[in-house]
Nanobody, 119 residues
Framework: QVQLEESGGGLVQTGGSLRLSCAAS????????MGWFRQAPGKEREFVAT????????SYADSVKGRFTISRDNAKNMMYLQMNSLKPEDTAIYSC????????????WGQGTQVTVSS
């Protein structure tokens, strides 16, 4: 089992920045592919970014490409999402997720942290 806990959400003005953190515990963090997802009110959950187990490969949704940066520190069992140039449409609950590197589906999810971008 893996336990995930997000932090770092909050209220920010358009154009501002936030850094989300995800702390993982329960099993070998370095074997996990990690990702960030978000869900806005009344909308489906959507993919934001993912990072490979060693951190050498990342992928982003087109809507955040060039503004958000995903990273991880396997020594600290931590993952991060640096969000710059935030827009009101980035307002959502952001959740971190994890899956074993041999699996295709995300198995573990955090509770989420609220990000609100005011116009």
């Amino acid at each position: 089992q893996v336990q995930l806990e997000e932090s770092g959400g909050g209220l920010v003005q358009t154009g501002g920045s936030l850094r989300l953190s995800c702390a993982a515990s329960g099993r070998t963090f370095s074997r996990l592919v990690m990702g960030w997802f978000r869900q806005a009110p009344g909308k489906e959950r959507e993919f934001v970014a993912t990072i490979s187990w060693a951190g050498g490969s990342t992928s982003y949704a087109d809507s955040v490409k060039g503004r958000f940066t995903i990273s991880r520190d396997n020594a600290k069992n931590m993952m991060y999402l640096q969000m710059n140039s935030l827009k009101p449409e980035d307002t959502a609950i952001y959740s971190c997720a994890a899956r074993d590197l041999l699996r295709n589906e995300y198995e573990y999810w955090g509770q989420g942290t609220q990000v609100t971008v005011s116009s």
